[in-house]
């Protein structure tokens, strides 16, 4: 078992919250260095390069239909000749957009709510955790139809919807790991000590949940960007002729037997931004963590 | 340690891999050695009571488990004799007297009688089933009355068992395509004591249908069926020309349209129920012999809000439907051998082809949209165009909106909804311009420009016009299909004069078929009885 | 441990019924009914066929009916699929994508916990990258995409495996490889985050200053911990893998409980949509008390609480 003298040194080091020299350990830190540099481009070409394009995303041109890759049309075109790396550049805006954003809301609903459940435990957390089992099991595609009914076409209801589903399984991480540390003998003994209980949960419960809570958000902003494939099928999300990665990507794999770079470009992209911040949710990680 | 985990993966793959067999036998190959006839059919049908079905889907199955009086020569389209193998027509053209085949069987082995026809078409019509297509069995005098409730006597209804083997039926008015209705599945019998086992002659909620349960008068008879798994049917050895049925069973795959074309790449089916556009190119430059184009009698249009301004301009609708180019969008978005449409009615409905009475003119659309007060499209307010999500849609509607944009200088918001809260802002009238569809019930032309009338439940564009409506009426007064074609024609111009429907092209239906399929002959009706097909290797 | 579970039985029961309401007012809120089509019925014959399912009551009876159905079992006629019950559906499909979900757990277990453990011991080495990439094909490629491609190559190309269809072992393998990956990307980059967690605890670096091999160290020490955060993610994730996959159903043509779940809802399939929920609810819960009772398994200091 754990020697508890032991503990009691190490309480020291971890209960020290945000690490003051995190830019400097990040500057150091190699996955930090890849993963910023990759992401940073992507979204520049996102954000800035269709200026430079002379295409636009909705213009059709019928006759040529989905054509290879060529010197005018780099990443070729699609079924109705639209080009499509404008459409790439400019449907990664706004996958990106809501990628970040949904996954903001996500990560500061289930993290707050899986750590009050987890750590007043008892009944607090029996009714807080039969509310998310709740939301878990009421019919997404019913709430997402009647969200359009209800409130037509908008932005915002996109991160509502995405944010009702994606939290669930973060709060229930959190949750269970709250539980684990609060277990655990520094937390016991900053109890014992006297320590405020938004103390005890900011400093020492917190901090050790950042390794499960970072890895958890760098995988949902992919879930996030192809959930919003799925809501716009439904009629809330972005509206054609605008599409998004994930849009695209589904649209590609119809038709990639004959269309190869309808698929592979978009997913390209989709797979660099994934690659890129799971660098980041590694450096960002190991710099929370400078025990080792 | 470490390297362990390194194998273990890669070992595992290999294990699995190894475990996967390559199927020694398709079942393309299978069906012929067998005579069982492997067709994709798309969807998985509501179920299997002839009365209460609407679709395509049903059908394709209902043809290979029932029989109606009469049946149609695929290849021809004549009609033949089904399970009544003789008919009279009395002078006047009302009474028809039909004689049934005493071979004609259940597939339980009870004799198909009049009164099972009579005991059908009361159940059909009785309002309480709910039957949605009853409709069809209106030209039966008193038949209208009936199911709507005025009358609870069926004995007013023209439709009598003379006696086992005597079916009279009494029509309201002289209809001359009269035979051809038999033909659908609405006018098929059901085994009335099967029926009564399982509920009431009008219980929806019935386990008739059910395989241990199911009895039908077709060349087949059910066997087995699953949810999205299949339905296969074997052969019914009552069905009264049992011996010149050539398959043995025929296996239905709900499979949709991608899986669908990967199985028939893999010789997995015979007959597909559509082809992905994507792939329509492939096969017609690499196996042209597979891949067929149906005509179709189905028109594809944008339903106009005629209520709501600007539209309510005619001039705003004629410069829309002016602007569009059909050529263009069906010869490469569509590609499936559609027809660009510049009339309502699809094209030898019933004979009737309407005559075209515009074409693709960008220059007059903007001059329309100039008179009606937007020159180059100025000042023109948004509206939205609305459709169903699904691909097909959305690509039509991006072209046609580029179409828009470009030659008349408007730009219309796209928007799309799911399938039933479309349904439902379409009946509401919420909406600007809506995608629709109208698939012909029966071959006349009435069943498409019927749509326009002013108190038709499925005109949702707020168009009324007197003079329409009368010319439609006119057409059910005359028998002489000269004049009615007459009418018809002059329906067509009004309706396209006002346009409140933009017809865009015109259904043509695709399939992937196997060289092997014998007796699939194309038709307009997409009618394909199964006793007509069989299978043989092709070298 | 049996207390805990007595208890969350207790609660489902509640549970559920909050569940079943909230999803019968979802469904009359949301427009259109099980009957509209392209080609509408009357408005007549709409009424006569809703008087079939009890639809034509007053809203409060028609709940009462409802939730008086349910206790007693009766899920129901499916309002799209006439001729069948809402439990024989069930019954006939749930079988099915038990299966797949099972092969799929395996693999995404099998694949996913090594690979995080690898890419934790490979930590800050260059081999990192390599297993940090293998880890993210599954998010990289969704279902959608790595099911058509895994059609592609060992189906079309290779020809080992059949295009379609759930007959022989064979045909369970390329789907539950579509399934799994996802699963496996999560799993595989919990474990990894867990594992550099405990790894860095002082009792193990006292270990390792014992002399310990890194490995023995592992498996005898720290993997149960490690692994808690994957065990809270695996509950839900489960109950979705049996619960069937619209995707890999549709893919595949896998007479699975996951087209049901989808089309149940735009059918507007009420009584199917009510059985799925509850079904999947059931799920829910009881997997959330697997995964506790595991927590406590694994930290028994838990069981204080």
Redesign the interface.
Same mark, same amino acid.
């Given at each position: 078992m754990?020697?508890s003298k032991?503990?009691k040194l190490?309480l020291s080091k971890r209960a020290g919250s945000v690490p003051t020299n995190l830019w400097q350990t990040l500057c150091k830190s190699?996955n930090a260095r890849i993963g910023f540099t990759l992401f940073l481009t992507l979204s520049a070409l996102c954000f800035i390069g269709p200026f430079f394009i002379p295409h636009s995303y909705e213009t059709t041109q019928l006759s040529i239909g989905a054509s290879a890759p060529s010197v005018v049309h780099l990443f070729g075109t699609d079924v109705l000749g639209r080009d499509l790396l404008i459409r790439t550049l400019v449907g990664g805006q706004i996958s990106i957009f809501v990628g970040f954003l949904a996954t903001a809301v996500a990560l500061i609903i289930g993290t707050t709510y899986g750590m009050i459940a987890g750590y007043v435990?008892?009944k607090t957390d029996?009714l807080m955790?039969?509310f998310v089992?709740?939301l878990?099991?009421?019919?997404f595609?019913?709430?997402v139809?009647?969200l359009t009914?209800l409130f037509g076409r908008s932005l915002v209801l996109i991160f509502l919807a995405i944010g009702a589903v994606e939290w669930?399984?973060l709060a229930?991480?959190v949750?269970?790991?709250t539980?684990?540390i609060?277990?655990q003998a520094f937390v016991q003994a900053a109890q014992l000590n006297g320590l405020p209980h938004h103390q005890i949960i900011t400093k020492h419960i917190l901090r050790?949940l950042i390794?499960?809570v970072?890895?958890?958000a760098?995988?949902t902003i992919?879930?996030v960007i192809?959930l919003e494939s799925v809501i716009s099928f439904l009629g809330l999300g972005v509206q054609a002729p605008l599409a998004s990665w994930g849009s695209l990507?589904?649209e590609?794999?119809?038709k990639?037997?004959v269309y190869p770079w309808l698929?592979i470009f978009p997913?390209i992209f989709?797979?660099l931004t994934?690659?890129s911040l799971?660098f980041i949710g590694?450096a960002f990680?190991d710099a929370f963590?400078p025990?080792? | 340690?470490?390297f362990s985990?390194?194998l273990?993966?890669p070992l595992?793959i290999s294990l699995?891999?190894s475990?996967?067999?390559?199927?020694a036998q398709t079942n393309v190959e299978r069906g012929i050695s067998e005579q069982v006839l492997y067709i994709g059919i798309g969807a998985?049908p509501?179920?299997?009571?002839p009365h209460?079905?609407?679709g395509v889907t049903e059908h394709y199955v209902l043809l290979s488990l029932f029989e109606g009086l009469t049946t149609v020569d695929p290849k021809t389209l004549e009609i033949l004799p089904g399970v009544a193998e003789s008919w009279t027509l009395s002078e006047e053209g009302l009474t028809y007297t039909f004689h049934l085949d005493s071979e004609a069987h259940w597939s339980n082995g009870d004799p198909v009688t009049a009164h099972d026809f009579a005991f059908s078409y009361q159940r059909i019509l009785s309002?309480?089933?709910?039957?949605?297509y009853?409709y069809m069995l209106y030209p039966i005098k008193g038949a209208e009355a009936f199911h709507?409730?005025q009358t609870d006597s069926f004995s007013t209804v023209g439709v009598k068992a003379i006696d086992a083997q005597t079916l009279e039926i009494e029509l309201h008015s002289v209809t001359p395509y009269f035979l051809s209705l038999p033909t659908h599945f609405t006018w098929w019998p059901v085994h009335p004591p099967t029926i009564l086992k399982h509920g009431s002659m009008v219980? !929806?909620?019935?386990?008739?249908?059910?395989p241990k349960h199911f009895v039908g008068n077709g060349p087949f008879a059910l066997k087995s069926w !699953?949810?999205? @798994?299949g339905i296969r049917v074997v052969r019914n050895s009552h069905y009264r020309e049992a011996d010149s049925v050539k398959l043995n069973g025929i296996e239905f795959?709900p499979?949709?349209l991608?899986?669908e074309e !990967?199985?028939f !790449?893999?010789g997995?089916v015979h007959i597909t129920s559509g082809v992905p556009t994507a792939r329509i190119d492939w096969y017609r430059a690499n196996r042209p012999e597979n891949i067929r184009f149906d005509p179709y009698l189905g028109v594809y249009y944008y339903l106009v809000n005629t209520e709501k301004a600007p539209l309510s301009d005619k001039r705003v609708r004629q410069a829309l439907a002016y602007a569009i180019n059909r050529e263009s969008l069906v010869n490469y978005v569509l590609k499936g051998g559609q027809k660009p449409a510049y009339h309502f009615t699809p094209p030898n409905t019933g004979g009737f082809t309407a005559e075209q009475s515009f074409t693709y003119d960008p220059d007059k659309a903007r001059t329309l949209l100039t008179e009606a007060g937007f020159p180059n499209g100025e000042n023109f307010p948004e509206i939205e165009l609305l459709y169903n999500t699904s691909e097909s849609h959305k690509i039509v509607a991006e072209a046609i909106q580029q179409m828009w944009k470009q030659e008349l200088g408007i730009t219309i918001r796209l928007h799309n909804q799911?399938?039933?809260?479309y349904?439902?802002s379409r009946?509401k009238g919420e909406f600007d311009i809506a995608r629709a569809?109208w698939?012909g019930d029966y071959l006349d032309p009435y069943t498409f420009l019927g749509l326009g009338i002013s108190d038709s439940? @499925?005109n949702h564009s707020g168009w009324k016009d007197l003079e329409f409506d009368q010319l439609l009426y006119e057409t059910t007064q005359t028998l002489e299909s000269g004049q009615r074609f007459e009418l018809f024609q002059k329906a067509e111009d009004r309706l396209i004069e006002a346009m409140p429907f933009i017809p865009i092209y015109f259904y043509v239906r695709s399939l992937l078929i196997d060289r092997s399929v014998d007796g699939w002959h194309s038709n307009i009706l997409d009618y394909h009885p199964y006793q007509f097909i069989s299978l043989s290797a092709k070298d | 441990m049996l207390q805990l579970s007595i208890?969350r039985l207790a609660?489902a029961i509640?549970?559920l019924w909050?569940?079943a309401t909230?999803?019968f007012i979802?469904?009359q809120?949301?427009?259109?009914?099980p009957?509209?089509?392209?080609?509408?019925?009357?408005p007549?014959?709409?009424k006569?066929?809703e008087?079939?399912?009890g639809m034509d009551k007053p809203i409060h009876e028609q709940y009462i009916q409802f939730i008086v159905k349910r206790l007693q079992g009766d899920f129901g006629?499916s309002y799209?699929?006439?001729?069948?019950d809402v439990d024989e559906?069930i019954a006939?499909?749930f079988p099915v994508s038990l299966e797949l979900g099972l092969y799929a757990l395996i693999i995404a277990i099998?694949?996913g916990v090594?690979?995080g453990?690898?890419s934790a011991?490979f930590h800050?080495k260059p081999m990192e990258i390599v297993f940090?990439?293998l880890a993210?094909i599954g998010?990289?490629?969704?279902a959608?995409?790595l099911g058509?491609?895994l059609?592609?190559v060992?189906?079309?190309e290779l020809?080992?495996?059949?295009?379609?269809?759930?007959n022989?072992?064979?045909d369970r393998?390329l789907p539950a490889f579509t399934l799994g990956l996802f699963y496996a990307?999560?799993i595989a980059?919990?474990t990894?985050?867990?594992t550099?967690?405990v790894?860095?605890h002082?009792?193990i670096q006292?270990a390792r200053a014992k002399g310990l091999s890194k490995?023995r160290i592992l498996f005898v020490h720290t993997l149960r911990?490690a692994l808690?955060?994957v065990?809270?993610?695996l509950?839900?994730?489960v109950?979705g893998m049996i619960s069937g996959s619209f995707v890999v159903?549709?893919?595949?043509?896998?007479?699975?409980l996951g087209?049901?779940?989808?089309n149940s809802?735009?059918?507007?399939d009420d009584t199917m949509?009510m059985g799925?929920?509850?079904f999947?609810?059931a799920l829910?819960?009881l997997f959330?008390l697997i995964?506790d009772l595991i927590?406590i398994w694994m930290?028994p200091?838990?069981n204080?609480?």
């Open positions: 754990i020697n032991k503990e190490e190699n435990g008892k029996a955790m039969r089992d709740t878990y099991a009421l019919p595609t019913i709430m139809i009647l009914v669930l399984t229930r991480i949750r269970g790991e539980r684990n609060k277990t050790n390794s499960p970072i890895v958890f760098t995988l992919p879930s192809l990507i589904n590609g794999a119809q990639f037997d698929l997913s989709f797979s994934i690659l799971n590694d990680r963590d025990v080792l | 340690m470490k985990f390194t273990i993966i595992l699995f891999l475990m996967a067999c390559t199927p998985e509501e179920g299997l009571d209460l079905v609407s309002p309480k089933l709910g039957a949605p009853a709507k409730g219980d !929806r909620i019935s386990k008739w249908t059910q !699953r949810l999205n @798994n795959l499979i949709n991608e899986t !990967r199985a !790449r893999a997995q799911e399938w039933k809260v349904l439902d009946q569809a698939i439940g @499925n | 208890r609660q509640p549970t909050i569940i909230l999803t979802l469904m809120l949301t427009p259109g009914g009957f509209d089509q392209e080609k509408p019925v009357t007549e014959i709409k006569l066929i008087a079939h399912y006629p799209k699929y006439a001729g069948w559906i006939q499909a099998l694949i090594p690979l453990i690898l011991l800050k940090m990439s993210l998010i990289c490629l969704p959608f995409v058509p491609l059609l592609l060992f189906s079309t020809g080992w495996f059949n295009p379609f269809g759930w022989s072992f064979s393998i990307s999560f980059r919990l990894r985050s867990g550099l967690d790894l860095k002082p009792y006292t490995i911990s808690s955060p065990v809270s993610y509950g839900p994730a109950a159903e549709t893919l595949f043509f896998i007479p699975g087209s049901f779940f989808v809802a735009f059918n507007r949509v799925t929920v509850l999947y609810a829910i819960i959330n995964v927590q930290n200091k838990l204080r609480d």
